[in-house]
């Protein structure tokens, strides 16, 4: 009776794993802010040469990367039997294992047990999953200030702002703006505060100490959870995560499923990996590891909430699995090239970048982040510095094709992707069903044309596919030298006018090279065919066709 | 040697002179060139933009127009790329394995043209001249899926009268990347932008590379910005000799 309709995605309307508008529409916004083109240049230039220094410096860093890349994908695919391990461990050391279905489910177990304790503030140890799935304004919701205690999640946090990396939220923002950001936001600040870093790390350290000695709960992610031992650890360079993970009484940590890994010697290869793709340093300062609670030390109330949120979904798709190997270092953002000018907004996810562009759309459905897949100029660079050996690219390509694949099912008719949909339609239909949490529809579904795109892809396969019709095309293409002007055209209608607004194209040649070569070499060398030993290829045009165009 | 030239579909509509250069280069080197009139196109287009099954009947094609041949070159790193990397990959996704195998055949008997110069013919000096103040942009499918490494390199510095002058952050992408050029035109000036200002830096009267369409991408804006550099495919430099001077 009932059809299976794949694994359920993170829900809409609560979170930040989507953006408001199409990827280039918002980097165009982006690139136009040149302070912003400067920070980010600045920063993942610099970050960049020191990742390069220090892993040069491993012979073997190679085998250290696969070694990483064999450990996720043995953790993969035995994943649910690693995750009832983690539960036992944990639970059997006095800490308790929720489990959420998605970032609504999350959202409220997190809120729940905050609210037993009677607080009403929190500090927070940054954590991207919690990000993700929009846990600080669920717990404004609920009346419970949440206090950012990484100092560029507090500078995003004071500012109002978004995070923009993944190890660097505030990347964007700049000394001077930090300090404007203190002087307007903290209160208890000195008016003279400078703008040396050193300045201001201390303001934010005397703002935050307060925070963290009358704190009741803490709340942080996980980077890894040894499954043999049920260990948790929490990788960061500022100490603030251990003031979180040590001072409150009661400590909620929140993980993605994937985060698990089974044994503490393959928490070793990823301790040498994660510190040396990220910050470029040889160890990482701070790690901090517990394990379920210790009776009279740190908190007393242990919790660990697996968060699913799409992640299922990610998983049974067996070209794009890799992708939750991701250990968040965000090497490949900082080496890419459309990250370097665009910043991390522009991707509209928490998870920006090229890890952003195919995690995002496989956590929310390629639907929801269709842009995301095409942001990226396939360059390599991502694949190459990742410390986990995800491929990247190849990845991008793949949810390109599940983009196109879905639009095709969509619109009936062989081609691609449907016209992009009624996007404000569907807000207007926004409904609120919980505080803070939104529904939006659905739209019905019905047969849509192809895209236009998919149109001139379906027209240049068929003609592609026949020598016959591509030398015709190509002499229909040489009338584009009616559009030359001293051997460039500057301007092309759309779509290819994205082209010409910044750079010319060439006026085709009098001359294909296949007209060339037989004018040159005469058609008795054209129907020149490699099978020796089959039947002769002999190039016949087809009807329609002409001749090849001597 | 007998050489298949499977020239792309894009230097065969808009830079011939790519191919006539390599045959004249591989000709001059004492080899045969043969080209199989009923080539068409990789499908890496197909591929990149997320049409698969349209891009497999190109890939089928490639695979019975070159079957037969011993070794095939490509004046294209992305090309070969596509050839090298995506051919079987496509195939198998969509359920023809035997295609894939056949794809992974004649795949590990194509080559871009300076891995066949100097992984199979072994020749490294190509008897070229061309006394030009050169950078090279080693395009990123050559460099970091065919890892072709230095191999362009160690050509152009074998060429009399070069002036070869290392291009700074040459390894950074030039924007490119096929119709993300159109898709996201914004970004990709931008990249476009500080790939220009690098070259612009070195005074070089040419920028090489060996794939049309990233010079396409460099060449283009150049050209708008009237800088007074061109683009030229490596395999223009190679068959260059004192003859043409």
């Given amino acids: 009776m009932s059809t299976f309709l794949g694994m359920p995605t993170a829900p809409r309307g609560i979170g930040h794993l989507r953006g408001d508008e199409p990827f280039p529409v918002a980097a165009r916004r982006a690139l136009a802010d040149s302070q912003l083109r400067r920070n980010l240049s600045k920063a993942t230039t610099t970050i960049r040469a020191k990742r390069a220094r220090v892993v040069a410096e491993l012979p073997d860093w190679e085998e250290l990367r696969e070694a990483g890349r064999a450990i996720k994908a043995k953790t993969l695919a035995g994943l649910d039997g690693y995750l009832e391990q983690l539960e036992r461990e944990v639970s059997a050391r006095g800490g308790t294992v929720h489990w959420a279905r998605d970032a609504i489910e999350a959202n409220q177990i997190v809120t729940e047990l905050v609210r037993s304790t009677g607080a009403t503030e929190v500090v927070k140890v940054k954590s991207i999953a919690t990000d993700e799935m929009g846990l600080n304004d669920a717990l404004a919701e609920a009346g419970i200030q949440a206090v950012e205690t990484d100092l560029a999640e507090l500078i995003v946090q004071l500012g109002h702002d978004r995070p923009s990396h993944i190890l660097v939220p505030a990347i964007h923002r700049n000394r001077a703006e930090i300090r404007d950001i203190f002087l307007r936001e903290m209160g208890d600040v000195d008016p003279a505060l400078t703008d040396v870093p050193a300045a201001l790390a201390e303001a934010a350290r005397l703002h935050l100490r307060r925070k963290f000695l009358s704190a009741k709960v803490g709340i942080s992610g996980v980077n890894f959870a040894v499954a043999e031992t049920g260990t948790l650890c929490v990788v960061e360079s500022e100490g603030n995560g251990r003031m979180c993970l040590t001072l409150p009484n009661t400590l909620i940590s929140v993980m993605g499923i994937e985060k698990v890994i089974p044994t503490w010697a393959d928490l070793g290869v990823f301790l040498q990996l994660l510190p040396r793709s990220s910050t470029g340093e040889r160890m990482n300062p701070y790690t901090s590891m517990w394990t379920g609670v210790t009776p009279g030390d740190g908190p007393q109330q242990v919790h660990l909430v697996l968060l699913d949120n799409g992640r299922t979904a990610a998983l049974a798709d067996s070209v794009g699995r890799p992708a939750l190997s991701c250990i968040r270092c965000s090497a490949c953002l900082n080496v890419c090239p459309v990250y370097e000018r665009v910043g991390g907004h522009a991707y509209g996810s928490i998870y920006p970048g090229p890890i952003g562009a195919i995690l995002s759309p496989m956590l929310t459905g390629v639907e929801d982040n269709a842009s995301l897949p095409y942001a990226s100029s396939l360059c390599g660079a991502c694949y190459d510095v990742c410390p986990v050996k995800i491929d990247i690219p190849s990845i991008l390509v793949h949810m390109r094709a599940r983009h196109v694949e879905a639009g095709r099912a969509e619109s009936g008719v062989p081609g691609g992707p449907r016209a992009p949909r009624a996007s404000k339609a569907r807000r207007e239909l926004r409904v609120q069903w919980a505080p803070g949490v939104e529904w939006v529809p659905r739209m019905p579904r019905v047969p849509k044309m192809p895209s236009p795109e998919a149109v001139t892809m379906a027209a240049a396969s068929w003609v592609m596919s026949s020598p016959g019709r591509f030398a015709a095309a190509q002499r229909a293409g040489q009338l584009g030298r009616l559009l030359g002007r001293r051997g460039v055209i500057g301007r092309l209608p759309p779509p290819l006018s994205g082209w010409t607004r910044a750079r010319d194209a060439p006026v085709p040649p009098r001359e294909t090279f296949r007209q060339w070569w037989r004018r040159e070499r005469g058609p008795g060398s054209v129907s020149e065919s490699g099978s020796a030993a089959g039947p002769g290829r002999t190039f016949e045009p087809e009807s329609g066709g002409s001749d090849d165009g001597a | ?245």
């Fill in chain 2, 1 to 245: 040697m007998r050489i298949a030239l499977f020239v792309t579909c894009l230097a065969d509509t808009l830079y011939p002179q790519a191919g006539k250069a390599t045959v004249r280069l591989l000709e001059r080197l004492g080899h045969e060139v043969v080209f199989p009139a009923a080539q068409t196109c990789c499908g890496q287009m197909h591929v990149n933009t997320g049409y698969q099954r349209n891009a497999l009947p190109l890939i089928r094609h490639y695979v019975e127009t070159f079957s037969g041949f011993e070794a095939i070159v490509v004046p294209s790193g992305s090309c070969t790329a596509s050839i090298r990397h995506q051919h079987a990959m496509v195939a198998r996704r969509l359920g023809d394995d035997r295609l894939a195998e056949r794809a992974d055949e004649v795949a590990a008997r194509t080559f871009e043209l300076s891995q066949l110069l100097v992984d199979v013919l072994g020749v490294t000096d190509v008897g070229a001249y061309f006394p030009h103040r050169v950078v090279y942009h080693p395009t990123c499918h050559s460099l970091r899926l065919l890892r072709v490494g230095d191999r362009p390199l160690m050509l152009l510095r074998d060429v009399a009268g070069i002036d070869l002058v290392p291009l700074p952050d040459a390894e950074a992408c030039c924007g490119f990347g096929g119709t993300f050029a159109v898709k996201n035109a914004d970004v990709s000036t931008a990249v476009l932008a500080d790939k220009m200002r690098n070259v612009l830096a070195t005074g070089a009267e040419v920028c090489t590379a060996g794939d049309s369409s990233c010079l396409m991408h460099i060449g283009g804006g150049l050209s708008r910005l009237k800088a007074g550099t061109r683009t030229l495919h490596l395999a223009e430099i190679l068959a260059a000799t004192r003859d043409d001077q």
